[in-house]
């Protein structure tokens, strides 16, 4: 089982320290995307989609950032920030070069929290091999 509660102390001690890292990088990009800094207004010109869209994307961190540190709905916002990075790297690769790196290694980080933190072992040990709920 690899959900929060079957993790060692010292495995939850590094998902904790994880986490926290991710929302402090997330945070303050998405808080510098919605506060219009010039580096994210070019950024996003270089992108091509509007302004618009670095209103949503610095929603959707904030959002993720939530998400990570609430400890029921911390998986999905792991899992929501890895989809995030995804695109995030994609659009380095296609659309506005330069390194795709930093992108790459929260997406890591942020699939590494979703992992360790899955509910389908939680699932699995509660039903038996048919799907039964387990008393």
């Known amino acids: 089982m690899t959900t ?3 993790l060692s102390q010292t495995q939850r001690r590094i998902v904790w320290a994880v986490r926290v890292l991710l929302a402090l990088a ?3 990009a998405g808080a510098a995307k919605l506060a219009g800094v010039p580096m994210m207004v070019q950024v996003f010109d270089a992108i091509g989609f509007g302004q618009w ?3 949503v994307t610095g929603v959707v961190e904030i959002l993720g950032v939530v998400l990570l540190l ?3 709905t911390a998986f ?3 899992l929501w920030l890895a989809i995030t990075m995804t695109g995030a790297v994609a659009t380095h690769l ?3 070069g330069g390194s795709p790196l930093p992108a790459l290694v929260l997406g890591l980080l942020s699939a590494f929290v979703a992992w360790k933190l899955r509910p389908d072992a939680r699932l699995s040990a509660q039903t038996d091999s048919h799907g039964r709920a387990q008393a």
């Open 26 to 28: 997330f945070g303050a």
């Open 94 to 96: 296609i659309l506005i």
């Open 4 to 6: 929060s509660t079957s």
């Open 53 to 55: 869209f670095r209103y």
């Open 76 to 78: 999905f916002g792991a």
């Open 70 to 72: 609430v400890p029921a």
